[in-house]
Antibody, heavy 119, light 107 residues
């Protein structure tokens, strides 16, 4: 079964850091670009970041650029999101998603991990 | 950023109803629009990509149309499992933006 499983969410103080992981299974991980998308009741779904297959290119939303870093370990079928200088408006459910080859289409999503930034 | 505006934001419906959800892009996105279904506590599921192509395994009662700035998701005959929230998304240019969602509720 094709599956993505996020972990690493939790409660963190403003200015703190958190590292999210996404374990992939059921497909050849190193053949797909991967993305992070977050969701809040107020702002809905918001694309956060994408990393290409070979880690050659990474892309970020302006709201997280310079604070978040996406990476992947193809040998471990795992996607990461390092989040630094966290702010209250980073509070969200974070999803990892598989990107269809050649198009900006997210065909497989995880169940999400909650990140809460609060003092 | 490209704004994706969905309407309506919610609908009260009955099983068997025909449903039409619209999504308008703030600029031309050609046919790079996708539609997702989301149920509470779950990640979204892809329904339609490239405006009108049905994703593998998705029932044929779902269909999509449109190009340029105006797009439509249609459910021909609503089934009990279709009560959920639906989102459009543009994949034309970063940032890849989503509509605010349309929630289908039981009448």
């Amino acid at each position: 079964e094709v599956q993505l499983l996020e972990s690493g969410g939790g409660l963190v103080q403003p200015g703190g850091s958190l590292r999210l992981s996404c374990a992939a299974s059921g497909f050849t991980f190193n053949k797909y670009a991967m993305s992070w998308v977050r969701q809040t009741p107020a702002k809905g779904l918001e694309w956060v970041s994408t990393i290409t297959i070979s880690v050659t290119n990474t892309f970020y939303a302006d709201s997280v650029k310079g604070r978040f870093t996406v990476s992947r370990d193809n040998s471990k079928n795992t996607l990461f999101l390092q989040m630094n200088s966290l702010r209250a408006d980073d509070t969200a459910v974070y999803y990892c998603a598989r990107r269809v080859t050649g198009d900006i289409v997210f065909d497989i999503w995880g169940q999400g991990t909650m990140v809460a930034v609060s003092s | 950023d490209i704004q994706m505006t969905q309407s309506p934001s919610s609908l009260s419906l009955s099983v068997g109803d025909r449903v039409t959800i619209t999504c308008r892009a703030s600029q031309n996105v050609v046919s790079f629009v996708n539609w997702y279904q989301q149920k509470p506590g779950k990640g979204p599921n892809l329904l339609i990509y490239s405006a009108s192509t049905l994703h593998s395994g998705v029932p044929s009662r779902f269909s999509g149309s449109g190009s340029g700035t105006d797009f439509t998701l249609t459910i021909s005959s609503l089934q009990p499992e279709d009560f959920a929230t639906y989102y459009c998304q543009q994949g034309f240019i970063t940032p890849y933006t989503f509509g605010q969602g349309t929630r289908l509720q039981t009448k």
